[in-house]
C-alpha cells in the first residue's frame, strides 16, 4: 500500500495560477490534486486518460463539445479520453479538487498533453 500526503508533494504550476500535485498512483489509475486560483484557465486540451474529478471548493466552468459546464462543491464530473475540454475559475476564490486518471497520468506530462 501507498499513502501520500498532499502536504508530502510540491505543486507544479501547469498554466498561470493552476497549481497540480501528483498523489497516489497505480499501475490502472492515479490521484491529482489540483488549485485554480480566481481568473485563471486551463486552455482547451486533451488526453488519452479519461478523468473523472470532484470538487470540494470553488466553482469551475468546464467548456466542452460547445457546452458550458458548471460544477462546484460536491459535484464530480467525467470526461472521456481524447475528448477536448477547458476549464476557468470565474470567482473569487480558489477551485479545489482531486482528479482521477485511468490510464495513470505523469508528472509533468500535463504541460505537452
Not at 498554466?15 to 491529482?32: E, F, I, P, W
Not at 470565474?90 to 479545489?96: C, H, I
Request: with cysteine.
Amino acid at each position: 500500500m501507498e499513502r501520500v500526503s498532499l502536504s508530502d508533494r510540491e505543486p507544479s504550476e501547469a498554466a498561470d495560477g493552476v497549481h497540480l500535485a501528483l498523489l497516489a498512483g497505480g499501475d490502472a489509475m492515479n490521484v491529482q490534486h489540483f488549485e485554480i486560483k480566481p481568473g485563471a484557465a486551463v486552455d482547451e486540451h486533451s488526453h488519452p486518460h479519461e478523468q473523472t474529478g470532484y470538487i470540494y471548493e470553488g466553482e469551475l466552468v468546464f467548456h466542452t463539445d460547445g457546452e458550458e459546464i458548471v460544477c462546484g462543491p460536491g459535484d464530480s464530473y467525467a470526461i472521456p479520453g481524447e475528448e477536448p475540454h477547458a476549464a476557468e475559475n470565474r470567482g473569487d476564490v480558489p477551485v479545489r479538487g482531486v482528479d482521477i486518471f485511468s490510464p495513470p497520468r505523469e508528472q509533468p506530462n500535463w504541460q505537452s498533453e
